[in-house]
C-alpha cells in the first residue's frame, strides 16, 4: 500500500518516491497545500476503494498516519 | 472510454472532443448574457527592464507551441447543435507592439479595459489575443486578453509565468522552464470523471447538502433586498434572494493590503495551522452576520481552481468549479471555532469540487424550489495564491507589476478576489461587482468592515464571534 500511496503522492508533489517515508508530514515536507491533500485523499479513495471519514482524517500529519487509517478501512 | 471523435472543420481532420462541464458553465454564461465579453479575461504583465521585442516575441511563440489550451478552438456541429474542442497546431505568430510609455495610466488603462471589451467569436474563431505593449517608468511586456472557455486565472497566471521565464532564459541565461502539461489529457480526465465511483461519492455529499433545511440570503448590504424580493413576492418566508442583471455591466475596485499587514494574516494562519483562504472567508462570512442582523447560517460561494496534481497545475484550460459554501456557527463560537468550522467544510467542498457546478445549480433549485437566477449568496469568493511561489524570487532585482483589465462586464453580482502581489507578495483584494448589484461606496464599506473584522479576529482568536461583530 504504501508504494501505491507514494505513487498518488507523486502526483501532486514534485518529490522523489524514495523520498518519500512514513514520517514525511505533508504540508512541511512534502510541500502539500490543504486543498492538494483534499483531492489526493480523494484519489486515494478511488485506488484503495475506501471512504474516507473527514473528522477522523483531519489532524492526520504524516504518511503513516494515514496509511494506517487506510490499513484499518481496508481490512474492515 | 474514448471521447476523441474525428471531425472535418473546414477541410480539415480534428481530433475533437467534447466540453467539460468547467468549459460549459461560461457557454451557459454566454447563453444568458446579452455580450459576449462577459467570458473575457483581460491582463497585463510588465517587467521593468529594456525591452528586446524579437525576445519577447519569441518567447510569446514558443510558450503557444507549449500550452495546447491557446490553440483550442470551439466548434458547433452545425447538423446537431453539439459543441466540440479541438487544438489547432501551432504555427508562427506575428505579435503587434504598441508604445504607451508616453501615455498617461489613466488613459492606458482605459485603452487596454476597450480592447478587453471586444468580444472573440466563441465557435471557430481565435479565443485570444496578444499584443506587446511598453508603459511609462521603463516598463515593458504584454497585454494578454482570453476567453474563460479557454484559459481561468490559474491558466493565465501559469501561461504569463510560462512567457517571462522563457524571455528571461532568453535573455538573462535563467534556467529554461519545465514543459507545460498536456491540455487534452486533463480534459480526457474531466470527461471520464462522468459515470465514476467519485462521481457518485461526490452525488452522495452535495445531495446529503441539499436534504438540509433551506439555507437563507444574506445580501452584503443587509437585509433590505430580501425584505423587497419578499413583499413582491407576497411571501413573508422566502429566503432565497436574487442578485442577477440584465445586461451584466460590471467593474473592478482593487484595494492593496500593505505587505506587513499580509503578513501578520500569514503568519496567523501558519501558527493555527489554517488556509489563509479560511482566514479571509471567516472575516466575510462575520461581516454577512452583522449586517444580516447577526445570522449565524451564511452562505458564500466558493470558486475552487480544481488545480491539485502537477498535470492540472501546468495543463491551461479551464478547470474552475464552484459551490455554495454554507456554514452555520453560533454568536458564541470563538474566532478559532469558527475558523476551523470553516475549514471543515471547505475541505470537504474541496474533496467533492469535481461535481458538475451546473448539475448541482439544477438539483438545488429543484431542492428549494426557487425562481431561476435565485441563490442564497451574494458573496462569490476565491482565493488566488498561485503569484506569490516563485515569481518574486525569479524577478530579483527587477521592477515587474501584473494589471487585471475589465471588460466592462462581470458574470457575477459581488466576486472578491484575493490574490498575492507577484512584485512583493502583498495581497489584493479584487471586488469585481455588478453596476446593478452595487455602489463603489457600498463595496468600500464591505472592504472596510471585512478588514476590521479580520485584523480584530487574528489579534483576538479567543473571543466570540459576538464580541468580534460588537467591536466592529
Known amino acids: 500500500m504504501l508504494e501505491k500511496f507514494k505513487e498518488i503522492i507523486c502526483n501532486y508533489v514534485e518529490v522523489a518516491p524514495e523520498d518519500i517515508t512514513e514520517d514525511s508530514r505533508f504540508i512541511e515536507d512534502l510541500g502539500f497545500n490543504s486543498y492538494d491533500i483534499m483531492c489526493m485523499l480523494g484519489d486515494a479513495e478511488s485506488e484503495f476503494d475506501i471512504e474516507i471519514d473527514q473528522e477522523k482524517i483531519a489532524d492526520m500529519k504524516t504518511v503513516g498516519e494515514v496509511l494506517e487509517y487506510f490499513g484499518g478501512l481496508v481490512n474492515e | 472510454m474514448e471521447f476523441m471523435q474525428k471531425k472535418v472543420i473546414g477541410g480539415i481532420t480534428y481530433d475533437c472532443y467534447p466540453l467539460t462541464p468547467a468549459q460549459l458553465v461560461h457557454i451557459s454564461t454566454l447563453r444568458y448574457s446579452p455580450t459576449a465579453e462577459i467570458v473575457n479575461i483581460g491582463t497585463g504583465q510588465y517587467l521593468q527592464t529594456k525591452l528586446n521585442i524579437a525576445a519577447l516575441r519569441e518567447a510569446l511563440n514558443r510558450a503557444v507551441e507549449r500550452c495546447e489550451s491557446m490553440r483550442m478552438r470551439i466548434w458547433k456541429d452545425p447538423d446537431t447543435g453539439e459543441l466540440w474542442q479541438y487544438i489547432e497546431p501551432y504555427r508562427n505568430e506575428y505579435f503587434e507592439y504598441y508604445d504607451f510609455s508616453e501615455w498617461q495610466e489613466d488613459r492606458i488603462t482605459e485603452v487596454l479595459n476597450k480592447w478587453t471589451s471586444q468580444p472573440f467569436d466563441t465557435y471557430g474563431g481565435k479565443l485570444s489575443r496578444i499584443v506587446i505593449v511598453s508603459l511609462p517608468d521603463g516598463y515593458n511586456g ?5 476567453h474563460h472557455s479557454c484559459m481561468d486565472s490559474s491558466s493565465v497566471i501559469a501561461f504569463s509565468r510560462d512567457v517571462m521565464e522563457i524571455y528571461c532564459a532568453l535573455l538573462y541565461g535563467m534556467p529554461y522552464p519545465k514543459p507545460m502539461g498536456s491540455y487534452i489529457e486533463s480534459v480526457e480526465k474531466d470527461l471520464a470523471y462522468e459515470g465514476s465511483a467519485k462521481q457518485k461519492r461526490d452525488a452522495e455529499y452535495w445531495h446529503k447538502q441539499l436534504a438540509m433545511p433551506e439555507p437563507i440570503y444574506t445580501d452584503f448590504t443587509g437585509p433590505g433586498r430580501l425584505m423587497t424580493l419578499r413583499r413582491e413576492n407576497k411571501n413573508k418566508k422566502q429566503r432565497w434572494g436574487k442578485l442577477t442583471t440584465s445586461n451584466g455591466d460590471g467593474s473592478t475596485i482593487t484595494y ?43 452562505t458564500i460561494r466558493n470558486f475552487v481552481s480544481r488545480r491539485s496534481t502537477l498535470l492540472f497545475k501546468k495543463s491551461g484550460g479551464v478547470r ?15 474566532v478559532l471555532e469558527s475558523m476551523r468550522a470553516i475549514k471543515k467544510t471547505q475541505d470537504e467542498l474541496f474533496l467533492h469540487a469535481d461535481y458538475s457546478t451546473l448539475q448541482y445549480i439544477k438539483e438545488q433549485r429543484e431542492a428549494y424550489g426557487f425562481e431561476p437566477g435565485g ?9 488566488q495564491p498561485g503569484t506569490i511561489n516563485g515569481m518574486v ?6 521592477g515587474f507589476k501584473s494589471r487585471w483589465y475589465s471588460s466592462g462586464k462581470q458574470p457575477q453580482p459581488m466576486y472578491i478576489t484575493a490574490m498575492h502581489r507577484p512584485s512583493d507578495g502583498g495581497l ?6 455588478q453596476l446593478d448589484s452595487a455602489t463603489p461606496e457600498e463595496i468600500e464599506f464591505l472592504y472596510y468592515f471585512t478588514g476590521r473584522v479580520l485584523f480584530r479576529s487574528i489579534e483576538n482568536p479567543d473571543k466570540t464571534i459576538k464580541e468580534i461583530i460588537d467591536m466592529t
Open chain 2, 320 to 334: 474552475m468549479h464552484c459551490f455554495p459554501m454554507r456554514t452555520i456557527i453560533p454568536l458564541k463560537a470563538t
Open chain 2, 428 to 433: 489584493n483584494f479584487y471586488f469585481g461587482y
Open chain 2, 393 to 398: 524570487d525569479l524577478l530579483k532585482g527587477i
Open chain 2, 142 to 146: 504584454f497585454y494578454f486578453n482570453v
Open chain 2, 256 to 298: 492593496e493590503l500593505d505587505v506587513d499587514s499580509t503578513n501578520k494574516i500569514m503568519d496567523f494562519a501558519r501558527k493555527y495551522e489554517l488556509p489563509v483562504s479560511v482566514v479571509i472567508l471567516h472575516a466575510i462570512r462575520t461581516v454577512l452576520s452583522k449586517f444580516n442582523g447577526n445570522e449565524k447560517d451564511i
Open chain 2, 375 to 383: 441563490c442564497y449568496h451574494s458573496v462569490n469568493f476565491t482565493y
